[in-house]
Nanobody, 116 residues
């Protein structure tokens, strides 16, 4: 079992920045990949960014060049630095992990609102 706790969401103006954090606990050694997904009202959940333990990164097309994912293996934490935020980035952001046995775990979600 892996537990995920997100933090760092909030309200920001267009063009602003936010950093999300996701701390993992439990069966840490089983983690293969951690990432962020988001879901806006009336829309499907979509990939924002993911990173493997080896540091390989993957980004959704809508955030490339604006968002950066990073991981701190010593702290079992993954970060999502979000710059040049747009109103369409407004969503609930969920931390996600996939283990080496392909089990999937989700955090509770954190709201990000981009509005003037």
């Amino acid at each position: 079992q892996v537990q995920l706790v997100e933090s760092g969401g909030g309200l920001v103006e267009p063009g602003g920045s936010l950093r999300l954090s996701c701390a993992a606990s439990g069966s840490i050694s089983s983690i293969y990949n951690m990432g962020w997904y988001r879901q806006a009202p009336g829309k499907q959940r979509e990939l924002v960014a993911s990173i493997t333990r080896a540091g390989s990164e993957n980004y959704g097309d809508s955030v490339k060049g604006r968002f950066t994912i990073s991981g701190d293996n010593a702290k079992n934490t993954v970060y999502l630095q979000m710059n040049s935020l747009k109103t369409e980035d407004t969503a609930v952001y969920f931390c996600n992990t996939i283990t080496k046995t392909l089990a999937v775990y989700w955090g509770q979600g954190t709201q990000v609102t981009v509005s003037s």
